[in-house]
């Protein structure tokens, strides 16, 4: 394991600063670390002292401070650990924004086995790492995670395979079932249909089986599909 993921995981060393007050003690382990006092986790060793009449005995506070672990630095620190353990050349880039973290793996064609078929590789990795970074903190926002650029290639093909379906269910007549998809593939797929004039789409079957259905709309009865309320 290397220094850095221990050092997320809350293995590394504590640094210690001392100060007048506590406060100046935290300001300075800020600074030292490079970070802002708000992403400092800290214990105080000595509350400081004024001594006897605030000449003699004087003490400084006395904290111990490090960086608070977050859900973005785990993710980068967990995928660099599994490339170097996996012996993989990747670069790691983690974007933080308020509803969740998108972190990002590039490299060559080996990342494919990170994927799998149709990305089942991909969102078993992405649900460990969300349980595995839920144990060191204790952010709501989710880990979501791309290799290679898959996630938005697959979001692609499936707004053609909706549009393709729908012009198909148009045609016969017939609702047209589609192969099962985890629930972030199936809501891909009610968003591009959401507007159609002359279908609408709903989800079927219990998971890991759910499935979208693309069903003609009645002559007559236009307006805008928002499926079945759950993906």
Not at 33 to 58: C, K, M
Not at 98 to 110: F, K
Not at 206 to 213: D, G, H, I, S
Request: hydrophobic share 40%.
């Amino acid at each position: 394991m290397s220094a850095a993921f221990r050092e997320v995981l809350g293995a590394g060393p504590w640094i210690e600063t001392r100060g007048r007050t506590v406060e100046e003690a935290l300001e300075a382990a800020a600074r030292r670390l490079g970070v802002g006092r708000e992403a400092l986790e800290a214990r105080v060793v000595a509350e400081p002292s004024r001594g006897f009449l605030g000449l003699v005995g004087q003490r400084d506070a006395v904290v111990q401070a490090r960086v608070r672990p977050t859900k973005a630095r785990f993710a980068a620190a967990f995928l660099e650990e599994l490339a170097r353990a996996a012996g993989l050349a990747v670069q790691v880039a983690v974007e933080e924004g308020p509803d969740r973290i998108l972190a990002r793996m590039e490299g060559g064609p080996e990342l494919g086995a990170l994927i799998g078929r149709r990305g089942v590789a991909l969102e078993a990795l992405q649900y460990l790492l969300n349980v595995a970074a839920a144990r060191v903190s204790e952010e709501q926002r989710r880990v979501v995670l791309d290799v290679a650029g898959y996630r938005e290639r697959r979001r692609q093909s499936l707004e053609r395979l909706a549009l393709r379906m729908a012009e198909r269910a148009r045609r016969t007549r017939r609702p047209v079932t589609l192969e099962p998809m985890p629930a972030a593939e199936r809501r891909v797929v009610h968003l591009a249909l959401q507007n159609h004039p002359e279908v609408r789409t709903e989800s079927t079957g219990t998971e890991p089986y759910r499935r979208v259905v693309i069903v003609p709309r009645r002559p007559g009865r236009g307006g805008v599909s928002t499926g079945t309320g759950r993906p």
